[in-house]
């Protein structure tokens, strides 16, 4: 009887584990939002639209600027948007969805593997924005943190600037030059931070709007070592600029927002 009772749970573990490889992964809802919810699609191109909307408030008000790094006399400068690329132009939810169906975590190298492929389709909206502010001749510069390291296979210092200009080419965007592409480590000082990329294009651009899927995209300092009630307050420090100058894409996958939460992740849930 005993017997019988022990190789039952081992069943009954077979069966939960069998299960628990796809399900237990905390990223399948939010992948699956990603690839296939509608909500996500209109949610995206909702943002884009919005964006169009104000561009000609931007480029015609010769004192708006984006950019807190902004300083000096920029009014006279030429005009330029500045996007994150990774969920913000760029769906790199396939890799996610690897992730998840192989009950594995992201790593370096198969990002880079991933990367390599020039696969990534677009996010909903932003290839038509972006041909958009071509028209209009507003520059368009990708701070991405997509990070310049060798590969096995090539010489190259940064292959990882032409899988994103090579994946773009491939959604439609075409002709992006390597000097309008930021990638982090590309310069000493180019950290995961962009403060210091987005002061460089403030130089020599007026920026008219910042776009991006982690609030990292837009203000310094919110990445770590820092509790989700400071991040709520700086959101609303800024509250004018969403949806006129500063445009943010959903990542229900990944970002800053859940990596400074501590350990257990659970003890953050509100309920009642
Ligand atoms: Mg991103």
Not at 96 to 105: D, I, P, R
Not at 141 to 147: C, M, P, S
């Amino acid at each position: 009887m005993q017997r019988i009772g022990v190789v039952a749970v081992i069943a009954v573990c077979i069966v939960l584990l069998s299960g628990c490889v796809t399900t237990a992964n905390d990223n399948m809802n939010s992948t699956l939002w990603l690839q296939s919810s509608s909500e996500y699609m209109a949610s995206s191109l909702q943002t884009y639209n919005v964006a169009r909307g104000n561009t000609d408030l931007a480029l015609h008000d010769k004192n708006w600027t984006a950019a807190p790094e902004q300083t000096g006399d920029f009014s006279s400068l030429p005009v330029a948007v500045v996007m994150d690329v990774d969920e913000t132009v760029l769906d790199n939810s396939k890799y996610q969805a690897k992730l998840v169906k192989t009950g594995t975590a992201w790593s370096s190298d198969t990002w880079d593997a991933w990367l390599a492929l020039d696969s990534a389709p677009a996010v909903p909206g932003a290839v038509d924005f972006i041909h958009f502010l071509k028209k209009k001749q507003i520059r368009v510069f990708y701070i991405t943190n997509r990070t310049c390291r060798p590969r096995k296979q090539t010489d190259a210092k940064c292959p990882q600037e032409k899988d994103m200009i090579d994946n773009l080419a491939r959604v439609g965007i075409a002709g992006v030059k390597p000097e309008n592409i930021l990638l982090k480590n590309e310069q000493p000082d180019w950290t995961s931070e962009k403060k210091t990329r987005l002061e460089l294009i403030a130089a020599h651009h007026r920026i008219l709007m910042l776009f991006g899927d982690n609030l990292g995209d837009f203000l310094p300092g919110v990445k770590k070592n820092i509790t989700p009630a400071r991040r709520h307050a700086l959101v609303l420090q800024y509250k004018n600029n969403w949806g006129r100058k500063w445009y943010v894409l959903s990542n229900p996958i990944y970002g800053s927002w859940l990596n400074v939460l501590g350990e257990p992740k659970s003890s953050y849930l509100v309920g009642y």
